[in-house]
């Protein structure tokens, strides 16, 4: 099993889209595509993800925190569609962000988030889920993509 991240998924997000802007700064010369009302667009959808999200755990009662001890198998609301919906809503946004601002350095910051939670993140939380719900954790992964 991977060890525990120890940066929060969200704090990743802010760090990753903070260096993406400070470099995007320091290399003017490079182009700048950015479409700001798709960017204001995605920053809406990942928010209305995240907050679909967050209440499909709050209505079971069991913790939305990475570290934390999860008491229910959250199937409904958007994990019906993907298994990550967090994580997919900070990925949005990040995209969000990086159209709303342009610069090509800013695009980097999804695509380094993505490969993180994918390859850090989210194998410990598969194992820690796999660990505690069994054969129904098996059977939701069998149905339901890691992503979309």
């Known amino acids: 099993m991977n060890p525990a991240p120890w940066v929060p998924p969200p704090a990743l997000a802010l760090l990753l889209a903070a260096l993406g ?4 700064g320091l290399f003017p010369q490079l182009p700048h595509p950015s479409l700001p009302t798709f960017g204001l667009l995605l920053l ?18 069991t913790t939305v925190l990475p570290h934390g001890t999860p008491t229910a198998l959250v199937t409904g609301g958007p994990y019906r569609w993907t298994r990550n919906p967090m994580y997919l809503a900070l990925s949005t ?14 695009y980097l910051a999804p695509l380094a ?8 993140h989210i194998p410990f939380e598969e194992a820690r889920l796999s660990a505690l719900f069994g054969a129904d954790y098996a059977r939701y992964r069998q149905r339901v993509p890691r992503w979309l």
């Open 113 to 120: 988030f993505h490969f993180l939670i994918d390859r850090w």
């Open 21 to 24: 802007h400070l470099l995007d």
């Open 93 to 106: 946004a990040l995209w969000g962000f990086a159209f709303y601002i342009g610069g090509l350095v800013a």
């Open 44 to 61: 809406a959808d990942a928010l209305t993800l995240a907050i679909t999200a967050w209440v499909s755990f709050w209505r079971l009662g």
